[in-house]
Every structure is written in structure tokens, then in C-alpha cells.
């Protein structure tokens, strides 16, 4: 590393498993670009002095990651809307010196929707979860216009303090035979859940996972296998892990960082390389 190198990186903790930096160097290298993406491992305790330490100017910005985001939006000077409303931050960005906070968890999680050509606007959706990943998931589906979305959580509670918070077309409901009759209509069943990362339990029960229509998509944000997606699969879904979504928000965070275009497929590749080694 030379004296006019300059550095992003991951604030979280614990922050050793991430893909982040892979695919963010794979970026940084592609485009000749004199930055070094590295890990912060930040302690609760330690966050607002880390991120105080982003206003040095050897630093173009930093990603936030679990389990910071929300606290992290109380540090910043400015924050975007998309932040605002998911009440949480997991990019910050420099504005003359100033740490404005952005959320690109929200276009991450629609890009490969996007992609795909999913028309949100015409579509039912469940999210199951209720925690920081489902509030963004939600901010993002209002964004794109979906008429009806239900929020089905474990602690139903927790559920209705996000509709509460988000207001618009929300439903909520449990995770048992109750969800059947929103589960039946759904266009794309989200699991936003943290589930994904623990043992082989579903976060719903089977019976209800086969009321979804035989077309409909099911979306896990957790960027692996996982005991959901083998079940929907096994039962003839499409399915989509959450490796496009990580990898979609990344890019926007170099978007905002360099102001230059993001090579998104490179990212991709050196994301799925590094997820395969593991
Ligand atoms: P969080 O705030 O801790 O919320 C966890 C959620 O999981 C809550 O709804 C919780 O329900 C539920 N849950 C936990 N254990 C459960 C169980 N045994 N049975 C049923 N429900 C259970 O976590 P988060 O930050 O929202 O993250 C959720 C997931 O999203 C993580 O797996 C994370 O990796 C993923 N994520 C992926 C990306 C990406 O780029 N692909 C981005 C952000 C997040 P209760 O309220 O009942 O406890």
C-alpha cells in the first residue's frame, strides 16, 4: 500500500465471514482505482469513534453491517430518505468532508428482481421477518409500488411495530396456518428471516410453504443454500438466494463512493468464486 492509497471498509462485528471485501477489490482493481477495501471489527462501544475516523481524508466512505446499522444512522450528519424511512445506514459516504448516510440495501434487494422483469406494482408479497433486513425489504416493495404486502413474523408484536412505522398497504400476521390465505395470492414469498444461518429448520411450516402458487418466486436474503430454498426448490419453485442482493448493494455503495459505474459482473464472479470456496 502506498502513502496515496486510500481506504474503504466493512464496520461490524463480527465482520471476518463477509464476501464484501472480495468483491469490492475485484472493483477496485478492475477500474485501476488506488483503494483498499479492508475489515473493521467494531465493538458497540467502539462505533462512534470508528466512524469519527472517517472524516480523514485517506477514507472514501465505509459499509455498516449487523450489527450497526441503526445506531449508525444516529451518527451521521446527513441521511437520505431511502435511510430514513428504513431507519437504518449501511453506507456512508463523504460530502465535503461531511458523513452523509445512505441505505443501498433497499436497490440491492430490487436489482435482481429487476432483472428478472418482476413487476412489483401488480404483485402480492409476503416478507417474512421483522427485524432490520425485512424493514429495508418493505421500504424497498413500497418503493416499487406493490399493492399488498403482508409482514409475518414469529413475534407478532414486532410485526405490527414495523407496520406501524412504514404505514402504506401492510398486513401482518403469524407464522402458522393463519398465513395461508395471503401465502395463496403471493407473487414472491421473502424470507428476511435469520433463520437461513441456523440448523435445518424452515421459517414457516411445509404445509404452508405449498400453498404458494406453483410459479411464484421464493427470495432468501441469506446468500447460501439454505433449508427454505431446498424445500421450495425440491417442491418445484424458483428460487433465488441473497448472493445478487449483497453483491447489487455493494455496487451501489461503490457507485457512491468513486461516482463511477460499478463493474457489476465482475463483483458477481469474485463474490460467487470466494461463496463456492467456502
Ligand atoms: P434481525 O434484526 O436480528 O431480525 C431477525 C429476524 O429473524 C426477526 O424477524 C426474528 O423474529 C427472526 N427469527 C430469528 N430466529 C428465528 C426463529 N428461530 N424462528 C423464526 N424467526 C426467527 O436480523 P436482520 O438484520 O433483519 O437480518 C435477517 C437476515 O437477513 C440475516 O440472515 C441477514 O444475513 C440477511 N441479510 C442479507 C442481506 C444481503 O445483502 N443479502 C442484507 C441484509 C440482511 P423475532 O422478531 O420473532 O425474533
Known amino acids: 500500500m502506498s502513502r496515496t492509497t486510500r481506504l474503504a471498509g466493512l464496520i461490524g462485528f463480527p465482520v471476518e465471514h463477509s464476501l464484501s471485501p472480495v468483491f469490492q477489490q475485484a472493483a477496485f482493481d478492475a477500474l485501476c482505482l488506488d483503494v483498499r477495501y479492508e475489515l473493521w471489527s467494531t465493538s458497540e462501544d467502539e462505533l462512534p469513534e470508528r466512524v469519527a475516523s472517517l472524516r480523514d481524508d485517506r477514507f472514501?466512505?465505509?459499509n455498516v453491517t449487523v450489527p450497526h446499522k441503526e445506531r449508525a444512522f444516529t451518527l451521521m450528519e446527513s441521511v437520505s430518505d431511502v435511510a430514513r424511512r428504513a431507519g437504518a445506514v449501511n453506507t456512508i459516504v463523504k460530502r465535503d468532508g461531511a458523513l452523509h448516510g445512505e441505505n443501498t440495501d433497499v436497490p440491492g434487494f430490487l436489482a435482481p428482481l429487476q432483472q428478472r422483469?418482476?413487476?412489483l406494482?401488480?404483485?402480492?408479497?409476503v416478507v417474512l421477518g421483522a427485524g432490520g433486513a425485512a424493514r429495508g425489504v418493505v421500504v424497498a416493495l413500497q418503493t416499487a409500488g406493490c399493492p399488498h404486502i403482508v409482514v409475518a413474523n414469529r413475534t407478532i408484536e414486532r410485526?405490527?411495530?414495523?407496520?406501524?412505522?412504514l404505514g402504506g398497504p401492510l398486513q401482518t400476521?403469524?407464522?402458522?396456518?393463519?398465513l395461508i390465505s395471503h401465502i395463496e395470492t403471493a407473487g414472491l414469498l421473502v424470507n428476511a428471516t435469520a433463520l437461513g444461518w441456523q440448523g435445518d429448520r424452515l421459517p414457516l411450516p411445509e404445509t404452508v410453504l405449498q400453498t404458494l402458487p406453483p410459479t411464484s418466486l421464493v427470495y432468501d436474503l441469506t446468500y447460501r443454500e439454505t433449508p427454505l430454498l431446498r424445500a421450495a426448490t425440491q417442491l418445484g419453485y424458483p428460487t433465488l438466494d441473497g448472493l445478487e442482493m449483497l453483491v447489487a448493494q455493494g455496487a451501489e455503495s461503490f457507485r457512491l463512493w468513486t461516482g463511477q459505474e460499478p463493474p457489476y459482473?465482475?463483483?458477481?464472479d469474485a463474490a460467487r468464486t470466494a461463496a463456492k470456496a467456502r
Open 121 to 125: 406494482s401488480r404483485m402480492n408479497v
Open 159 to 165: 410485526a405490527e411495530r414495523l407496520a406501524a412505522a
Open 60 to 62: 472514501i466512505g465505509a
Open 265 to 268: 459482473d465482475i463483483m458477481l
Open 117 to 119: 422483469g418482476f413487476d
Open 173 to 178: 400476521s403469524g407464522l402458522g396456518d393463519t
